[in-house]
C-alpha cells in the first residue's frame, strides 16, 4: 500500500512500509518474498521470534474455549496460572499482578497503585513522582508525564500532570572524569536525595526508574550498586520505588526480571513486551504484599480497571510464552548470545570513527553513534544517521531498532539491538556483519561533530 491507496493511519503517513506476510523463527518475510532478520523483536516484543507452534496452539485451544471473559465476572485459570508463575519468580514479596493490555497501561496501573496506596494508609498528601532525564514509560499522558524524553513530551505538555526528574545513571554520558563507580553513584544518590528533600519528604509518592534504560537512550544498564544506593534513599524518605521492566524484563537481560541481577526488590515492577512476546498484546503490573494488603483491608476496591484487563487468549499466549522461555532454558541462552553479540560488536567497531560505545545487557544491546570517538561529540540531528543506519540495514535484510535524542531528546544517535531469544551463535554473526555493513555506509560520509 502507498500513502495514497492505504486506509490506515500509520505512524509515519508519508512512507510506504513494504507488507509483513509471515514470520519463522529469527525471521520475517515480505509481500515480495524478502526475508527480514529480526535483530529487534520489533521494539524488543518477540523474545521466542515467530510463529512457535506451541504458542499458536495454546491461543487457539484458548480461542476455543474461553476466548474473553470481563474481569469483574469471572477469573479464570489461565491468569491464575500465569499469576502465579510470575509472583513465584519474581524478587522478594511482589505477590500479586495486576494484568493488563501493554506497557504503558502497567506503567498507569503502577502510578495509580502508588498513589492510592497512600490515600488508603491516610498520607493522601503523597502525590509526587520522581523520575529521570533520558527515561521512557509510555505514551499515555500520565506515563508521558513522569517519562523524560523530551521528543516525545514537547507536544504534549500542556496536558502532562507536572512530574520531576533528576540525572539519570548513564556513565557512558554522566561520569564525570576520574571519578569512580562508586563516587558515581553516591553522586545520584545524593542527587535524589536533594531533590526529595526539596519537594518535601511527605509530598513524594516513588521513584520510577527504568532498570536497564531502553529506547530512549539504547540499553544503558546502572552502574554497580546504583540501584541498592537508590532503595535506601526511598527507604529512608518512605518513598516508592517502582521500576519499569517493559522493555528490560521477562527475560531480556538473561535474567526473568532485570533486578535480581542488581540486588534490589521494588514495590512495583511493570512488565510487557516479552511477557506475551508479541502473541498477544499483554503487560502486568506487579504489587508488593504492603501495597496489596493496604488496598484489600482499607477500601478494598482498586480504583481503576480496562475492558481487557487479564484477557483470557492474552494470559494464555503469555502462560507458553513463559513455558517455553523455562523449559528450553532460554535464559541461558540470552546470556550466552548476549556476551557474544557484545564482544563481536566491539571488535567490528574497534576502530570505527563513528562508534562510541556498545553496551547492555543480554541480549538488550544499544551501539552509540558520534561523530568523534575521543570527545563523544555526537552527529549533527539534521543528518538523521540512525534512521539512515535502518534503511540501510532494511536493504539488507537486517531489523534494528534506531533512535535519535539519544543525549537530550535532541542530539545523539544510537541503534538497538534486541533479537529473539532462540537466536543462535550463527545468527548473532550475521547480525553482525549485516549491521557492521548498514553503519559503514550511513556513516561514510558523515558530516563533523556539533555540539
Known amino acids: ?39 529487534c523483536g520489533g521494539a524488543a516484543v518477540s523474545c521466542l521470534g515467530h510463529g512457535h507452534p506451541r504458542v499458536v496452539e495454546a491461543i487457539c485451544k484458548q480461542v476455543r474455549a474461553l476466548a ?30 495486576y494484568f493488563v493490555s501493554g506497557g504503558s497501561e502497567a506503567i498507569e496501573a503502577a502510578l495509580k497503585l502508588a498513589r492510592q496506596y497512600f490515600v488508603e494508609i491516610g498520607q493522601p498528601q503523597r502525590q509526587l513522582f520522581i523520575a529521570r532525564r533520558q527515561s521512557y514509560h ?22 502532562l ?34 531533590k526529595i528533600v526539596e519537594l518535601g519528604s511527605e509530598n513524594v509518592a516513588a521513584f520510577v526508574a527504568e532498570t536497564v534504560v531502553g529506547a530512549t537512550a539504547g540499553a544503558v544498564p546502572p552502574v554497580a550498586d546504583y540501584f541498592r544506593r537508590i532503595r535506601s534513599v526511598c527507604d529512608r524518605h518512605g518513598v516508592l520505588l517502582l521500576l519499569d521492566e517493559v522493555m528490560s524484563g521477562m527475560g531480556r537481560t538473561g535474567y526473568l526480571f532485570a533486578c535480581e541481577e542488581d540486588g534490589v526488590v521494588p514495590d512495583l515492577i511493570a512488565i510487557a513486551k516479552g511477557l506475551g512476546g508479541g502473541y498477544q498484546p499483554i503487560g502486568a503490573t506487579l504489587v508488593s504484599r504492603r501495597i496489596y494488603d493496604a488496598i484489600t483491608r482499607g477500601s478494598g476496591f482498586f480504583q481503576h480497571g480496562h475492558t481487557y484487563i487479564g484477557h483470557a487468549t492474552a494470559c494464555a499466549a503469555a502462560l507458553e510464552v513463559q513455558k517455553v522461555i523455562a523449559e528450553e532454558n532460554l535464559l541461558a541462552n540470552v546470556r550466552g548470545r548476549g556476551e557474544q553479540l557484545r564482544t563481536a560488536l566491539r571488535a567490528r567497531f574497534a576502530d570505527h570513527a563513528h562508534v562510541g560505545d556498545v553496551r547492555g545487557r543480554g541480549l538488550f544491546v544499544g551501539v552509540e553513534l558520534v561523530a568523534d ?7 549533527p540531528p539534521a543528518h538523521k ?67
Open 1 to 39: 500500500m502507498t500513502p495514497s491507496t492505504t486506509a490506515v493511519f500509520h505512524r509515519d503517513p508519508r512512507k510506504t512500509l513494504p507488507t509483513a506476510v509471515g514470520g519463522e523463527g529469527m525471521t520475517l518475510i515480505d509481500s515480495d518474498g524478502k526475508r527480514y532478520l529480526d535483530a
Open 68 to 97: 474473553y471473559a470481563h474481569t469483574s465476572f469471572f477469573t479464570t485459570d489461565v491468569a491464575e496460572e500465569l499469576a502465579a508463575r510470575l509472583t513465584a519468580a519474581a524478587p522478594g514479596d511482589l505477590d500479586h499482578v
Open 138 to 159: 509510555g505514551n499515555t499522558l500520565g506515563a508521558l508525564a513522569i517519562g523524560g524524553n523530551a521528543w516525545r513530551r514537547e507536544p504534549f505538555l500542556p496536558l
Open 161 to 194: 500532570v507536572p512530574a520531576h526528574h533528576v540525572s539519570p545513571c548513564f556513565a557512558y554520558r554522566e561520569r564525570l572524569d576520574g571519578e569512580t563507580d562508586g563516587q558515581y553513584v553516591q553522586r545520584l544518590a545524593d542527587e535524589l536525595d536533594a
Open 373 to 379: 570517538r575521543a570527545t563523544k561529540a555526537p552527529l
Open 385 to 451: 544517521t540512525h534512521a539512515r543506519v535502518k534503511a540501510e540495514a532494511m536493504q539488507r535484510g537486517l531489523m534494528v531498532y534506531p533512535m535519535g535524542g539519544t543525549i537530550d531528546g535532541q542530539r545523539g544517535d544510537h541503534i538497538l539491538l534486541a533479537p529473539p531469544f532462540i537466536a543462535t551463535a550463527q545468527d548473532i554473526d550475521a547480525i553482525v556483519e549485516r549491521l557492521g555493513d548498514a553503519v559503514d555506509a550511513a556513516t561514510a560520509h558523515a558530516p563533523e561533530a556539533v555540539w
